[in-house]
């Protein structure tokens, strides 16, 4: 089926099981599908714009009722939508970092955290991860030492992921934050995987800035995200416009700098807006999709030669595991060397895990139901018994 | 119809004829639709991306070829999709601009070239329009001398609105790129209202950037955006990444640092590759656009006290018109106060105004069918006489 002559129309979420994992938190629900059918058109919710004219203010459809509720769901005060959660790492890095700053970010932040420092030149340093693979206070309160010592004041912005991209592990946030605050340094939460998937409360973890993606994890479209923060915080990263053009005279009123005005002017707010109560609801049922995830992840373990590579129990459904001595040891000898496994899960109608990768890889199961992760589990075991790996009972 | 209980289905464009000056050319073309109901979900671009993991490499979808044909279309060598036209403005400021570094605008820059001059701590120098609401070479010459002389160099990045938002006024691009290459100062050009409504080239303008709008006017989903460079610029705004993790050594590949990484995941991109083979042929036919909004401009002109304040002739669909000596002196003795055009508007199946507005608005009349302009002027002519204004012949 094609959507043009050159655009095939994507139907991977219809026809498969998808255990990407950036996907899992991100397709849409049938309500925002909707949404995105009447508020395609690109300035869509610029219909009932009035003065002052900004998109947090606009009242129909109800954008700044959206703009409360997102504050609240992730336990702060102050909530903006952003084009995707790097956005708002830039919002903030582009508040408090000058070029030569310090900033802490840790072994395991994700790239854009990294791209956000740079653009504005600041200094990475990372919180070194343990042995395994968390981030915990300790290593923070050393690294910051380390950084006073280094630098002769301490670091301007710490940015630490909820769950991280690379393992899924959960890291010590809130005994982090209060370590960060003995500093005087904001910290900024990456819940990329976390908002919208689980319960998050910004203010009981005690940070400055809660960051969420809405393409990843709230069932929206790309690009879209969401920043917020605590009223203390909401003057600098929200502040409004002070330049003046210097021959007109003219100012630009309430426009935030760092938003660069308005953000989602359409398809991906709505899309967002119509998600956000089935999101709202479903981060009360994450242990359901944690107990699903499970079973995929000892079917996985069970298979000889594998391991799991994040942190066991599982905290969150995002899982790095190593099949070198399992899939990979198949990969040596088949005909079709690595690609045996994806072909052969293609075969059985899974997909989302890189064509070829036996080696380490990541997927994610969020939002799968039982029968479904059930069917997975088999599936790999399957795979792995006809391919003469054992399987452990 | 409601899309969900809280967000009503939106049918303006399907209802009403629709003069809205910023959503004229962000309409969605029904192959656009077609593609954000198949790309809703979150990262669905994402499916075949391969190493170097980079939105613009992407095969499938043809992300890659849309960017080939993207700079083509605005005649330079390189471009990228960007969310909304601000982000390449930022992009382009990030790049260039120093704290107190000299920036050239307009008298008629758009808000968000001025924050993105604020995001960099850049001072913001006008280039004053002249009498008819032009932005001229003799001028721009004149401004340039000033700002070497008060700062002892010249400005480090000029702006220029190709079409400005106020008067959709074409201002002399070719003649001010030429003065400004005089100093070394490279060109942004701003193409929010002109590219994907009328055929733009970069390189005969003899500008260093072109910025362009996927949600106003590349019917595209917001945000969306272009922004393309020379392939001597590129180096500079599309630098990737240096940034290295002081404890891991992780570096991030080819990473773009003012892109963020990648910029459209999904839906928006999707919409405005399904577009643009209907947008690169549309630009074609911008006479008949031009044609059929003068039959409008000049039905408003023919009613009494009605003046103009856009170029005339006029050269693009986005045009200012003062009713303050027309429809504002109806309004003073009118029972509905100033309310009573947009009512009598809507009734007739007509919207975009600002309700309330008799004195000095804007309209755009692109996309509009000659049988619909036709219209349009008959409804403001018969509302004009239905109120004691006359109408010359």
């Not at 998600?275 to 359901?288: A, N």
């Not at 005909?335 to 293609?346: I, Y």
Request: charged share 25%; proline share 4%; with cysteine.
């Amino acid at each position: 089926m094609k959507c043009t002559d050159d655009i095939e129309a994507r139907d991977l979420e219809e026809m498969t099981i998808n255990i990407d994992p950036i996907q899992a938190g991100g397709r849409l629900t049938a309500d925002a599908m909707k949404a995105i059918i009447a508020w395609g058109d690109g300035y869509s919710v610029c219909d009932n714009c009035r003065k002052p004219f900004r998109l947090d203010y606009i009242e129909k459809p109800p954008i700044n009722v959206f703009h409360d509720d997102l504050a609240a769901f992730v336990g702060m005060d102050e909530a903006r939508v952003v084009p995707g959660a790097r956005r708002g790492f830039q919002a903030v890095a582009g508040t408090y970092v000058q070029k030569g700053d310090p900033v802490m970010l840790t072994g395991l932040s994700h790239y854009t955290e990294f791209l956000a420092v740079e653009n504005t030149g600041g200094v990475p340093l990372e919180i070194p991860k343990d042995e395994h693979n968390i981030i915990r206070a300790e290593a923070a309160a050393e690294k910051l030492e380390e950084a006073v010592r280094t630098f002769g004041r301490p670091p301007v912005l710490l940015f630490l992921d909820q769950v991280d991209y690379q393992y899924g592990n959960l890291h010590e946030v809130k005994e982090i934050a209060r370590v960060a605050h003995q500093y005087d340094v904001p910290v900024l939460l990456n819940g990329a995987y976390t908002v919208g998937i689980l319960p998050v409360d910004g203010k009981a973890l005690g940070v400055d800035f809660v960051v969420g993606s809405g393409h990843k994890s709230m069932a929206a479209p790309a690009p879209s995200g969401v920043l917020a923060t605590t009223a203390e915080r909401a003057d600098e990263v929200f502040r409004t416009t002070k330049i003046r053009g210097d021959v007109t005279g003219r100012t630009f009123g309430l426009k935030e700098v760092e938003m660069m005005g308005c953000t989602l002017m359409g398809v991906t707010l709505m899309g967002m807006m119509a998600s956000f109560p089935h999101v709202r609801e479903r981060v009360d049922h994450w242990e359901e999709h944690l107990a699903n995830g499970k079973v995929f992840v000892d079917a996985l373990a069970a298979i000889d030669g594998t391991v799991i590579k994040s942190e066991m129990p599982r905290r969150h459904t995002l899982t790095r595991v190593d099949t070198t001595a399992s899939f990979d040891r198949v990969a040596e000898t088949h005909k079709k060397r690595g690609f045996f496994l994806s072909s052969a899960l293609k075969k059985k109608g899974i997909v989302g895990v890189i064509p070829g990768a036996t080696k380490v890889w990541k997927f994610n199961t969020y939002g799968l139901s039982r029968a479904q992760v059930e069917y997975l589990a088999a599936a790999y075991q399957e795979i792995a018994e006809e391919n003469g790996l054992s399987v452990s009972a």
